[in-house]
């Protein structure tokens, strides 16, 4: 029932058809890279731990492929990030693939990373991140504008050539971490043994319109009516299995297609020409049993919005074309899942091994769980625990910023070993520093890091970092100025002493110093 103030924004849509996704592309649009600032959670998809796991199984495949097609060494392997955002993880993912292809011996496979996404602003961000450049300049990374939704050329940028079967010799391989529950889906119920389709309504306050668009997205109410459905209903005999298949094994439940996601699979088997990797990581569910007996679809609102993956229909459409998949164990949060067209896992054993390990041993939801247990209770631990939760999340910066003040303030009363172990794992949280818009200055916590254990020359060269980085501030300033002072180079803390308070004309402490230096230079 309508509220007096109720506006209808649209009434029984099909759910892919609905106007929400073009609100979500035009919020993506407009937001550009802003849009992972405080608003679309990513963290979770998009760290070391995880890029840790996809490099070790992409190498891995990528060594059982060249063992069996020896030609394959002739030709790039050509990896593919859906939905790339903040471009944070392609850092960590391809950093992570040139490390393993050193250690390996396998510096002769040629590898060439595609960071793709429909909007511009992304594109222009990737360009000119110094983080990134390296890659560039190797010849290893280009940018792709390219919606998903559409079966249009993935262009590559510095390559200025178009993904195509001519180019694709080897097995295409495709990462969609935190995507495919923002792109379209259709829903459906499974009633009385009859399959029906859930349509669409959405409403909201007419103070929330600004002409015939809602303002905030969290506002909206979703509602669903459902329709009875003949066969046939996508016209592609592969959908419309998949679509079949659950009108068989569920007696009462309401589900999602991810037609997104499917589409898109669709359009890249064929440019591939059948032989395509997969890994995903998202929200969704894995198992039938998860999804026996659901309601309808809960909309999520974060900034954009989002729905489960139903990844078990991605599984049924990759078995339809003769594939392969491995879908994450029950547990809760974050699933994982691969998927291959033009091979079987169990023929890959490197691959299988690694999947083994990385998705059905400890995956990205075990560890996100634990570090989110670590993140609440990390006052109650020793710092010697911090220190192996740092290691276990790949040395990740945003972990370190999580626990830096804690370390900080105890770290002189720990043992050498303890000492140690955190001094060489800070090259690391500096190495994986990756510059966002807004982003915390993990590089001051390692300089403060450093300046605790009066190391001030280590100290210095962070706050040096941060300033080049993220500018004058009054704290790097003022702790630069304490650390050349202990060094016995005054003049120089003088110059910082001057800038910090530049940065705070109303620091009584930064004035004192100046005062202080001052007279014990004019000695």
């Known amino acids: 029932m309508l509220m007096a103030n109720s506006v209808v924004i649209e009434k029984a849509k099909r759910l892919s058809e609905s106007c929400l996704w073009d609100l979500q592309r035009k919020y993506f649009d407009e937001e550009g890279i802003h849009a992972w600032v405080g608003q679309v959670p990513y963290f979770v998809s998009s760290n070391p731990f995880v890029a840790d796991g996809y490099a070790h199984i992409i190498i891995r495949f990528i060594k059982d492929y060249i063992f069996k097609h020896k030609a394959a060494m002739e030709y790039p392997f050509y990896i593919l990030e859906l939905g790339t955002g ?27 990373y595609v960071m793709s996404d429909f909007t511009a602003s992304n594109l222009r961000f990737w360009k000119t991140h110094e983080s990134l450049k390296p890659y560039v300049e190797a010849g290893l990374l ?24 001519a180019l694709l010799k080897n097995p295409l391989i495709v990462c969609a971490n935190y995507i495919f529950d923002t792109v379209s889906h259709d829903a459906f119920r499974v009633h009385n043994e009859v399959l029906e389709e859930s349509l669409v309504t959405l409403t909201t306050e007419s103070d929330n319109m600004r002409g015939d668009q809602p303002v905030d997205y969290q506002k909206i109410h979703v509602d669903y009516v459902t329709a009875k459905i003949g066969n046939e209903y996508y016209q592609d005999r592969d959908f419309d299995a998949v679509l079949a298949h659950y009108l068989n094994v569920f007696a009462e439940t309401t589900f999602l297609m ?3 996601a499917l589409k898109a699979l669709r359009y890249l088997m064929r440019l591939s020409e059948n032989k395509l990797l997969l890994l995903s990581s998202d929200k969704g569910y894995a198992q039938l049993e998860e999804m026996d007996r659901l309601g309808p679809p809960s909309v999520a609102f974060h900034g954009s919005f989002s729905l489960m993956v139903n990844f078990e229909a991605i599984a049924q459409y990759f078995q339809q074309k003769g594939g392969d998949y491995v879908l994450q164990t029950p547990r809760r949060g974050l699933k994982t899942c691969v998927f291959g067209v033009g091979f079987k896992f169990e023929e890959m054993w490197d691959t299988k091994t690694a999947i083994d390990t990385y998705v059905q041993g400890v995956a990205p939801c075990d560890y996100f769980n634990y570090h989110r247990f670590m993140s609440d209770n990390f006052e109650k631990c020793e710092v010697a625990t911090l220190a192996s939760h740092l290691n276990f999340s790949k040395w990740d910066p945003y972990v370190f910023n999580k626990f830096a003040g804690y370390i900080n303030k105890n770290i002189n009363d720990e043992e050498y070993s303890v000492k140690e172990y955190l001094v060489g794992g800070m090259r690391n949280l500096a190495n994986n520093f990756y510059f966002m818009p807004d982003s915390i200055d993990y590089l001051f916590d390692i300089g403060l890091f450093f300046h605790t254990l009066k190391d001030y020359k280590q100290g210095i060269a962070y706050y040096e970092q941060s300033i080049r980085m993220f500018g004058d501030q009054f704290n790097a300033h003022y702790n630069l100025g304490l650390c050349y002072y202990y060094l016995g180079e005054s003049p120089v803390a003088l110059t910082h002493f001057k800038k910090s308070l530049e940065c705070d004309t109303s620091s009584k402490e930064a004035k004192e110093w100046i005062e202080f230096v001052e007279q014990e230079l004019n000695k």
């Open 258 to 260: 991810p037609m997104g």
């Open 142 to 165: 280009d940018f792709s504008i390219y919606n998903m939704e559409k079966e249009e050329p993935i262009h590559l940028v510095n390559a200025d050539q178009s993904l195509s079967p």
């Open 86 to 112: 903040s471009g944070k993880f392609s850092f960590y993912l391809l950093k992570r693939i040139c490390e393993l292809r050193e250690s390996l011996g396998l510096q002769d496979i040629q590898i060439r």
